[in-house]
């Protein structure tokens, strides 16, 4: 089992920025690539970057040049900057992880993060 655990939420003005972790803990090992993921008000969950373990990138249209995803796999932590933040950016954001072997997500509690205007 893994489990994620999600901070830096919080209140932001329209162009501030916002720096979100997630820390894993249990079996690490499992974890192949993970990311983040955010869910506005009665709008359904949507990506918005993922990192392998590798290193390799992949982000939403709406977030590129504006998030960057990074991933410190001493300490077991993805991290999402958010710069130009954008009332849109409004949501509860999920970290996930998904296991190396097999089709299988974990999924942390999320962390709301809101743009005002």
């Known amino acids: 089992q893994v489990r994620l655990v999600e901070s830096g939420g919080g209140l932001v003005q329209a162009g501030g920025s916002l720096r979100l972790s997630c820390v894993a803990s249990g079996f690490i090992f499992s974890i192949g690539s993970m990311g983040w993921y955010r869910q506005a008000p009665g709008k359904q969950r949507e990506l918005v970057a993922t990192i392998t373990d590798g290193g390799s990138t992949n982000y939403a249209d709406s977030v590129k040049g504006r998030f960057t995803i990074s991933r410190d796999n001493a300490k077991n932590t993805v991290y999402l900057q958010m710069n130009s933040l954008k009332p849109e950016d409004t949501a509860v954001y999920y970290c996930?992880?998904?296991?190396?072997?097999?089709?299988?997500?974990?999924w942390g509690q999320g962390t709301r993060v809101t743009v005002s205007s």
């Open positions: 996930n992880a998904r296991r190396k072997t097999g089709s299988f997500d974990w």
